[in-house]
């Protein structure tokens, strides 16, 4: 009988551990089943501004964003999107902007004068007949959206005669869609991941449509890593008016202002030009090489590691480590790794001097808003 018993303690053994186990998880609580679809777009509802018109078309199409970008639809990231969204459009896929027509013309008159196309050419060029019958001149001057001068656009280069080498770079539509984001980012977006939604157009179209404009912009937004902001929003704000990472390089510049003692624009820009280690350097370039001693790199390298600048690797790069150390070691305290770029922003369609920084803190107070209406809701 012993040697029995003896035999049965492994199992006994097993059983016991298996019954700890099982107490144990029972200790730590029920698992939280993830959200249904319908219970994140009830969220997202809650959540979008009073004013927002067709809400469940809105909530319907950021949930589905959100799942198609594997992004979690937390309040804070949500918020976010709302927030851009409400700036850039008040949540209108295509906005009308005033004196379009105007501004359009002369930016194609602009660009055809820099790019050495004959204003004449142009001038008969846009006398042509279109497919609606009236002349492209007589429909650029009725045009209120940027969607719409865009497609006029892409059918005037399609129709007119040598229009794709004459004019194809002329296309004034930069930005477009309810968050105002860059086409060339959709554009390459989707040549990096396939656009998971039907696009019966271009990609170009799609970013002036509610789903496509909010999938590229939600994507530029906040599908990048960006450790160095932890959770201040902020940043990312003023990344997706700047370009990605702007707030990090900003804040790398003003590091090495102080390592360097030299004066430098802080607009999140590293590097002039693509010609590499013999280009002539910008100033942020030419700070870094002054250090070069005290760095222990080469020129050459100096520039490498300045290339990585424009994503995600720059954050372990020894220069940035390396600039940080001599700016501490100098100022005594350490150094923000993040900060908003200055950054004067142009564009025909301002009638005002505006910043990245304005924008930046006219979207984080939108967004503090939004976060404001989750709590209300969830009380």
Not at 5 to 29: E, F, I, K, M, R
Not at 167 to 187: H, K
Not at 218 to 234: D, F, N, R, V
Not at 351 to 375: I, M, N, S, Y
Request: hydrophobic residues 45%; proline residues 7%; contains cysteine.
């Amino acid at each position: 009988m012993a040697l029995r018993w003896q035999a049965l303690l492994p199992v006994l053994g097993v059983l016991a551990l298996l019954t700890l186990l099982t107490l144990l998880s029972g200790c730590a609580g029920p698992q939280v089943a993830p959200r249904s679809p319908e219970q994140v777009q009830a969220d997202i509802r809650g959540l979008l501004p009073a004013s927002v018109p067709l809400r469940d078309a809105w909530a319907v199409d950021l949930q589905t964003v959100f799942a198609a970008l594997q992004l979690d639809p937390s309040p804070a990231q949500v918020c976010a999107v709302i927030a851009i969204t409400e700036q850039e459009s008040t949540f209108v896929p295509d906005p009308v902007v005033p004196g379009l027509a105007g501004i359009a013309r002369r930016e194609i008159e602009r660009r055809a004068d820099g790019l050495g196309v004959p204003s004449l050419a142009l001038t008969l060029a846009l006398k042509l007949r279109s497919a609606d019958g009236r002349s492209y001149d007589e429909r650029l001057d009725a045009v209120r959206t940027e969607g719409e001068l865009s497609a006029l656009y892409e059918q005037f280069i399609d129709q007119v005669p040598l229009g794709e080498r004459l004019f194809a770079r002329l296309n004034p539509v930069r930005t477009g869609g309810a968050m105002q984001v860059s086409i060339a980012f959709a554009e390459r977006q989707a040549r990096l991941a396939p656009y998971p939604f039907p696009a019966p157009g271009s990609i170009r179209r799609e970013v002036f449509t509610r789903r496509g404009g909010l999938y590229f912009g939600t994507a530029h937004l906040l599908a990048y890593p960006a450790p160095a902001y932890g959770s201040e929003m902020i940043y990312r704000f003023a990344d997706f008016n700047a370009g990605r990472w702007a707030s990090r390089n900003a804040a790398f510049q003003q590091a090495l202002a102080l390592a360097s003692g030299r004066r430098l624009d802080l607009d999140g820009d590293l590097v002039v030009g693509s010609g590499g280690a013999d280009a002539t350097p910008g100033q942020t370039e030419a700070a870094a090489r002054s250090l070069a001693d005290a760095l222990g790199m080469d020129v050459a390298t100096i520039r490498r590691e300045l290339e990585r600048g424009d994503g995600p690797t720059f954050d372990s790069s020894p220069l940035l480590a390396r600039v940080y150390a001599l700016a501490e070691r100098k100022s005594g305290k350490p150094q923000a790794r993040a900060r908003l770029p200055v950054i004067d922003l142009k564009s025909p369609k301002f009638t005002r001097k505006l910043t990245t920084e304005w924008f930046a803190r006219r979207v984080d107070e939108r967004w503090r808003r939004c976060l404001q209406r989750g709590a209300a809701g969830a009380g």
